[in-house]
């Protein structure tokens, strides 16, 4: 994939210079069963929606003539971000002298997992930070800028200056530099300016009311475009008002507005005492609050979408009921029931794991619920595994599975032509085993589909040898018939085989020896005499009885 990178990087690296942006990186990766290449460009004002659309109508008919990737793939152009992952050297070498947060895959000898500090200098085998701090490179799982969000708010904030209401329409408070920021913040963020202002501007009326105990009829408006903030006393025009803080007479009113009668509303501006710094500190936690949640929500829709998918972590916490792993942008909860009992779990051990679930934890936080015990984990990692069964040519049926101790998997292919099983098992096992050595020696059974119900469950039962199976379709019950010397093999330990075969079929199983079988037979035949004479004896009876 690095090789693909790179020509990529070669191809469009002056095209996409000559259109006035800098290509800042060229990533392409799987993820879950789909391939994505993603170009990150840049320029000194940012990047938005309409220059990642500029930027992809430039390089789609490239790309296509080229045919350097020869999977389907999913074309993705945005921006590094702000706090941008520094994969190459590059990119360490544009942000010397600039904070940097370095993650370990494990802790060092000296008990830390976790870096920031000024990057000094690099080279093959280490990044060197200040104060001496020296880190071997082969350590490093991942190394990003640092940008402190919430100090450039609360400065932006702090510029907010209460201005006398001298002249009329006076803003009361004036603040560009807000604006430009919440402007920002969608750009990099994607939260709305609109919704931030309309967010900012309900917590400035509740603030308003909280701290000015104010009886009368207020609203708060925000000027979209310059950041002024005004707060509006609503009254009631009347003849003479006896109370000033909900009603106006009609003089002063048409002071306001020349066309106000009595009976109408009209808004009177006013400037309370310190709300400058109120506002400045009311937006400030707003914003704040606003980021996080719409961080949760970026975050929660992100791995809701990959719901059934396969993902990798670092283990983070490990105890007899809860396995806790770095997932990278938040954690994954394996409880006990999802995990392998014969698995033991360490921290700082890299896994991978099945998303079953995405649920908001505490305060709306996602959660997402790791399994390594469901059946489509398997499922999973075999489509990973064989390109056929990814690639739609072969149809995983059904799995059922004993976790951590054996596994059946039924697989067809519409084309006579292609052998499902061996496909699957591989060239002396090798495919079958990459997926065993991931369930750390889990026996897998790989088995051929078929509509017909009784070949399909003397598949089912593999190892043992069938003799024969009894259908009976409408209860979905099947009688099969083994050799006495198979008796236990088909079976299984505990009753593992028939039990993964029942589940594997959807049918319910029952397994009697050639010998059980017979003497199954006998018992009915001599019932059904013994039933026969004494119904000749009962007739023989009534006869006499007439007679």
Known sequence: MANIEEKVENLLKEKIENIGYDLYDVEYA????????????????????????KVNDEISDILDEVN?????????????????????????????????????????????KEYQGILQDFNEEYIFLENDIKIERKHIAQIKTVYHWDWKII?????????????????AIDNK???????????????????????????????????????????????????????????EVVENAKDNALEINLEEARKINKEANIGDSVEVEIVPRNFGRIAAQTAKQVIIQ????????????????RKG??????????????????????????????????????????????????????????????????????????????????E??????????????????????PDPNIDPVGSCVGQKGVRIQNVINELNGEKIDVIEWNEDP??????????????????KEEEKFAQVIVPDDQLSLAIGKSGQNARLAAKLTNWKIDIKSETQFREMLMKAQEEAETQNEETIEENQQEVENEE
Do not use: W
């Not at 105990?213 to 207020?218: I, R």
């Not at 739609?392 to 292919?413: L, M, N, Q, T």
């Open 392 to 413: 739609g040519v072969i149809e995983i049926k059904s799995v059922s599975r004993d976790p951590g101790y054996r596994s059946k998997v039924a697989v067809y292919s």
């Open 309 to 390: 998918e396969i993902v990798s972590g670092i283990i983070q916490k490990a105890d007899k009921n809860i396995v806790v792993m770095d997932l990278g942008r938040l954690e994954g909860i394996m409880p006990t029931k999802e995990q392998v009992p014969t698995e033991k779990y360490k921290v700082n051990d890299k896994i991978k794991g099945y998303v079953l679930d995405v649920e908001r934890g505490a305060k709306g936080a996602p959660q997402v619920i790791v399994s390594r015990s469901h059946p489509d984990f398997v499922r999973k990692l075999l489509e990973f595994e064989i390109p056929e069964i990814y």
């Open 155 to 171: 400065t932006i904030l702090a510029t907010s200056k209460l201005k006398s209401k001298s002249k009329a329409k006076e803003p």
């Open 30 to 53: 799987k993820e879950g069963k789909n391939y994505f290449l993603r170009i990150y460009i840049d320029k000194p004002e940012g990047i938005d929606l309409k220059d990642c659309e």
């Open 177 to 235: 530099e807000l604006i430009l920021a919440l402007e920002e913040l969608e750009k990099e963020k994607g939260i709305k300016k609109e919704y931030l202002l309309e967010s900012i501007e309900t917590a400035l009326l509740t603030a308003y009311k909280r701290n000015f105990d104010a009886l009368e009829n207020v609203k708060v408006v925000m000027d979209s475009q310059t950041g002024a903030t005004h707060v509006y006393s609503i009254k």
């Open 68 to 112: 350097y990737i020869k999977d389907q793939y999913f074309l993705e152009v945005s921006s590094p971000g702000i706090e941008r992952i520094l994969r190459k050297d590059k990119h360490l070498e544009q942000n010397k002298g600039k904070e940097i947060h370095v993650k370990l895959f494990k802790k060092d000898d000296s008990g830390n």
């Open 454 to 471: 009784s070949i399909y469950i003397s598949s089912a039962l593999l190892p043992a040898q069938i003799l024969a199976v009894d259908i």
């Open 290 to 305: 606003k980021l996080r949640e719409a961080e949760r929500e970026i975050i929660y829709t992100e791995f809701n979408d």
